[in-house]
């Protein structure tokens, strides 16, 4: 570095002279252009590659070079390739991991090496003698770029190293300043090791920078923390950080139009909440762990974590006899609503059955709300419609009483499922314009899509399978973008109900298979399931068109990937049946909405604005005024809210 200077003197003399600059950091000099080198390429180990792609892997490649080094009749083969593969991945794809690993190949084969690498430095050692120190282990390695830091960069090293997954300039700074002596302002800081590679930064996702530190690293610096006697206070603060980060997102989990976003923040945050919850349980923080077990609860629900959120929540529960009775109640009643999918219904009914005497006839109302929610949907779902019904009515009128609307709405879902499965269809479709009205009036996409589900599941039972079929493919789109992964099985199911009800049967037995796919990943093999619904759609998509065509359809859904099935039901919704996709840009659809209307009343009944709206489909905010004043006449109602109860209720959309 001190030779930068002296290099820009030159560029500033020969003006036609180019550099090229291999170095641990950035030179910080004018005209530099920065190329990081990245980590070698990785093999996807979800989906290994058939063997000869998996061997052009640039980390493979590496591997295989070095190993061949150590042990001539070495080769990489069906048995030992997802080992490889595996401790490719583990070395984070760092050549010279890779290279100090195969080395041990000679005395280790691969699943063995694999199986040693829990602990990456200790192994990690044994380079050429020819090269330099720090090149003959990894530790040396690691350790040589650590000395040439600061004591400032030492020390912010150290505590970010007690990450274990990506995290935000923010989560840097509360547990990177856990005194006020650090000597360096952690923006710089974390700059700073970015620019000498001890730190990755990713792209945002969510407008939020990233910063993950590399395993292998991330070993030395724990090693470096534990050495002075700091890991637990870091680890304290680490754990208390996303313990308010998770309470913080937990309100936005329970409806609203930041409902997504929130699941979204904390899947990317999920390996450091894991952390937390292990810190806090290890070190008997009992109340501390179950509040931060029940603000994922949502999280653990919507995302399909079902097994995971079950298994903390019974760690927790294990040592909670302290704890508040309103938050062990939240608890018992969560593994209840996790343990239902997964047909787990005797640990279901024990934990509610706990949960039941530490609520009624207590002050904890929003504890009792909960708790009759959950023994709403168990009564339903075993088809015991009465029980169900008083269970829901009870438990809407806490939630209204506690002003919280979108409960009540999820609450008024299942009256919906009572009446309809009671034959009331009439009471159905005006419950759906109530809860209809709720989410349109908070905006919440996923309280549309359950209603939307609804009102094909309603208008399957009246037989009208053309007006059903747009509202399951509309579930399906809604809840894939939100990552309801719990509730896309029910809905592709009810999707290849339709199809195979409208004659196209090949596309009944594709998302049949991904619908079966889904639910043995989530392991929800029943949840919301109709058997007799899915037999009769399997049945006739066979019957349309032979069984071993249905067969080979059912395993190309199975098989495929969400986003191309998601991508099917999308593509339906634009082109709904009986309408030519080549008449779409001319032909007036229903209501003599034109499909620009068409596209205005989507996005009004997604709740934007008529800004929103302009600047979504490149148009003045004038033209969306007049657009939005057309569909209230066309449509003969007053409002926007009307329109879009409207829209939903008549599958318009």
Request: charged fraction near 20%; include cysteine; charge should be negative.
């Amino acid at each position: 570095l001190p030779a930068s200077p002296l290099m820009a003197e030159i560029l500033a003399a020969c003006l036609h002279a180019k550099v090229v600059v291999t170095s641990r950091a950035v030179l910080r000099v004018s005209g530099e252009h920065t190329f990081l080198v990245p980590p070698l390429a990785l093999p996807d180990l979800a989906r290994l590659p058939p063997l000869r792609q998996t061997a052009q892997c640039e980390a493979i490649q590496l591997f295989i070079q070095r190993a061949v080094a150590a042990k001539a009749n070495f080769a990489l083969t069906e048995a030992n390739a997802v080992a490889v593969s595996s401790i490719c991945h583990r070395l984070d794809g760092l050549p010279l991991g890779i290279e100090l690993a195969a080395a041990r190949v000679g005395h280790l084969p691969p699943p063995a090496l694999l199986a040693r690498l829990e602990w990456r430095l200790p192994l990690l050692t044994g380079g050429p003698r020819d090269q330099p120190v720090r090149l003959q282990t990894m530790r040396n390695a690691i350790a040589w770029s650590y000395d040439l830091l600061d004591a400032n960069e030492q020390h912010l090293f150290r505590r970010l190293s007690v990450f274990p997954g990506a995290f935000t300039l923010p989560a840097a700074e509360a547990v990177g300043t856990a005194d006020p002596d650090l000597g360096i302002d952690v923006l710089e800081g974390v700059a700073s090791l970015v620019d000498k590679s001890l730190l990755d930064q990713g792209e945002p996702s969510d407008g939020e920078a990233r910063f993950t530190m590399l395993e292998t690293i991330r070993e030395f610096g724990l090693e470096q923390l534990a050495a002075r006697v700091e890991t637990a206070e870091i680890s304290r603060r680490h754990a208390a950080w996303y313990l308010a980060l998770a309470e913080r997102v937990e309100p936005d989990l329970y409806g609203g139009r930041r409902q997504g976003s929130g699941c979204e923040l904390l899947e990317n945050e999920l390996e450091s909440l894991r952390a937390a919850l292990t810190w806090f349980i290890d070190s008997g923080a009992a109340k501390d762990a179950m509040r931060l077990v029940t603000a994922l609860l949502r999280f653990w629900y919507t995302r399909g974590h079902l097994s995971e959120g079950r298994d903390w929540l019974e760690r927790v529960l294990a040592q909670a006899d302290a704890t508040p009775p309103a938050l062990r109640a939240k608890a018992l009643t969560g593994l209840a609503v996790l343990a239902w999918p997964q047909n787990d219904r005797e640990r279901a009914l024990a934990a509610l059955d706990q949960a039941l005497p530490l609520v009624e006839g207590t002050a904890d109302r929003a504890g009792l709300a909960f708790a009759r929610l959950a023994q709403a949907y168990m009564a339903l779902d075993l088809g015991e419609l009465a029980r169900s019904a008083e269970f829901a009515h009870e438990g809407k009128a806490l939630y209204e009483a506690l002003e919280r609307r979108w409960d009540a709405g999820m609450i008024t879902v299942c009256l919906i499922k009572v009446a309809q499965m009671q034959g009331d269809l009439r009471h159905a479709e005006a419950l759906c314009e109530e809860s209809l009205a709720i989410f349109l009036d908070i905006g919440d996409e996923f309280g549309l899509a359950s209603t939307r589900f609804s009102l094909g599941a309603i208008r399957m039972t009246r037989g009208d399978v053309t007006g059903a079929a747009p509202h399951f493919a509309s579930a399906v789109t809604t809840y894939q973008a939100l990552g309801e992964r719990l509730y896309v099985g029910a809905s592709l199911e009810a999707l290849a109900l339709a199809y195979a009800n409208l004659g196209q049967a090949e596309r009944s037995a594709h998302v049949l298979g991904a619908a079966q796919t889904l639910r043995a990943r989530i392991g929800a093999p029943t949840f919301f399931a109709d058997p007799a619904a899915r037999e009769w759609a399997a049945k006739a998509a066979a019957a349309a068109i032979g069984e071993p065509a249905f067969e080979a359809a059912r395993a190309a859904g199975a098989g495929a990937t969400l986003d191309d099935i998601i991508a099917e039901a999308a593509q339906f919704l634009a082109t709904p049946p009986g309408l030519d996709p080549a008449d779409q840009g001319v032909k007036e659809l229903p209501f003599a909405l034109t499909p620009r209307e068409r596209d205005v009343l989507r996005l009004l009944v997604d709740g934007h604005s008529n800004p929103e709206i302009a600047s979504l489909l490149f148009i003045s905010h004038k033209t969306v005024r007049n657009h939005v004043t057309s569909i209230l006449a066309k449509l003969g109602v007053e409002s926007r809210t009307a329109a879009a109860t409207f829209a939903l209720r008549s599958g318009l959309i």
